[in-house]
């Protein structure tokens, strides 16, 4: 979920992702905002086993998603930086903007990847994930 199309993380990685997080036994779910994040969403997850694509949820609901979850993954959004502050292990993916001034900050485990123009790699935020335990 992102208000702006630059700062989206290429599906092809988010399927990879989905698929390697799932090998390892996790359940991927995608919450959405917009009717496009929701076909967005349907079309990565039809790709990843077991993953969910749930109904549109308000912010609270998806806080208490966020809090239950082993961890997230997220672009440069308020979803991201709302998991960091519940300090559910999250990794921050900037492909448009500088984590240094918009990254996620916070007393939980958190890794910022990626800047503006050069997205993370798909290996990399798996050894984010890692390191975070």
């Not at 700062?7 to 799932?22: F, S, T, V, Y």
């Not at 917009?34 to 790709?47: L, N, V």
């Not at 440069?76 to 502050?85: P, V």
């Amino acid at each position: 979920m992102t208000s702006r199309d630059e700062k989206l993380w290429p599906e092809e990685h988010w399927r990879a992702l989905g698929n390697a997080l799932a090998g390892r036994g996790f359940a991927c779910v995608l919450p959405w905002g917009t009717e496009e994040e929701q076909r967005r969403c349907t079309r990565i997850a039809t790709a990843i086993p077991g993953a969910v694509v749930p109904q549109r949820m308000p912010l609270a609901e998806i806080a208490r998603l966020a809090r239950g979850a082993h961890c997230v993954v997220g672009v440069d959004t308020g979803l991201a930086h709302l998991a960091a502050a519940l300090e559910v292990p999250v990794v921050g993916l900037y492909c448009n903007s500088d984590p240094a001034l918009t990254g996620l900050h916070g007393s939980g485990r958190l890794w910022n990847l990626g800047k503006a123009g050069e997205p993370p790699a798909v290996g990399a935020v798996l050894e984010a994930l890692g390191a975070l335990g």
